[in-house]
């Protein structure tokens, strides 16, 4: 196994322990470490793929696993904050971005059942960093006008980018639903 697959190992590996911390608020400065812990799997996931692209290390495991870590990382991260800030990570907004993960995982089954490995897009790198900075200002809870004023606006960029990047997917790749066995 190459370094940037084990880096997207690791992070699989981070999600537990973030979520522990992430929802034992009885543990002093359980919230920071929390978020040290998204901050960290959060970073490695740009450089596992920048590690890869950069030493031509892209496998077929970094294509499947890459997305997968952060699709587990990131939807744990929101059913927590649904838990925790229920009135700032609003339910309905966590089951459409689960729906979407659940529906791009489906998507790329039936495309490997086809021999086909398909890497994420640009339009799923775009979303999941902004998921990734939408979590971080929630963990952090700051408070104020302002600042829930931004939180509610990367919540709401985050929904329309995990729209549009399953619309692009899916359209980009819509024959692996016609071509299937």
Request: glycine share 4%.
């Amino acid at each position: 196994m190459n370094l940037p697959n084990k880096i997207t190992v690791f992070r699989v590996i981070m999600i537990p322990v973030f979520i522990f911390f992430m929802l034992r608020p009885d543990i002093t400065g359980a919230k920071w470490w929390a978020l040290g812990f998204f901050c960290l799997a959060s970073v490695s996931d740009f450089f596992d793929g920048y590690l890869a692209r950069k030493n031509n290390l892209v496998t077929d495991f970094g294509k499947f696993m890459d997305p997968l870590a952060d699709k587990l990382l990131i939807c744990s991260a929101i059913i927590a904050l649904t838990s925790t800030t229920p009135d700032r990570m609003p339910a309905w907004i966590v089951i459409i971005i689960i729906a979407r993960e659940f529906t791009i995982s489906g998507f790329r089954l039936v495309a490997s059942d086809n021999g086909r490995v398909i890497a994420a897009s640009i339009w799923g790198k775009v979303k999941t960093v902004v998921q990734m900075f939408m979590v971080i200002l929630l963990i952090c809870d700051f408070g104020g006008d302002t600042v829930h004023i931004i939180e509610k606006i990367l919540v709401y960029l985050a929904l329309a980018l995990t729209l549009i990047s399953l619309f692009d997917y899916i359209y980009k790749n819509r024959e692996v639903i016609t071509s299937s066995k």
